[in-house]
């Protein structure tokens, strides 16, 4: 299973940014697709996640900002992402639940400015 990830970038404070995470080698659908993120010098955490029903999971830090939403015929998840804060700043990645294992994507780096 390969995960690509993508829209990641520089904006401002405020401003907003939407990621996606395509899947794809796998004939089975995702259990759960989501975005964990890692500032420097900071451990990885989870940020949002989504299932393949809908269910959806938020850190508290994100509630009210972000928006997970999945397309399941298509292996792509997205991360809307609005009100962005400076301490939104990380490397943001995806990954993947299958019954077969778990997979991660490459990171893509959103920088929020003051």
């Known amino acids: 299973v390969q995960l690509q990830a993508s829209g990641g970038g520089l904006v401002q404070t405020g401003g907003s940014l939407r990621l996606s995470c395509a899947a794809s080698?796998?004939?089975?659908?995702?259990?759960?697709m989501g975005w964990h993120r890692q500032a420097p010098g900071k451990e990885r955490e989870l940020v949002a996640a989504?299932?393949?029903?809908?269910?959806?999971n938020y850190a508290g830090s994100v509630k009210g900002r972000f928006t997970i939403s999945r397309d399941v015929a298509k292996n792509t998840v997205y991360l809307q992402m609005n009100s962005l804060k400076p301490e939104d700043t990380a490397v943001y990645y995806c990954?993947?639940?299958?019954?077969?294992?778990?997979?991660w994507g490459q990171g893509t780096q959103v920088t929020v400015s003051s």
């Open positions: 990954n993947a639940l299958y019954v077969i294992g778990v997979y």
């Open positions: 080698g796998s004939t089975d659908s995702f259990n759960v």
């Open positions: 989504v299932t393949s029903g809908g269910g959806t």
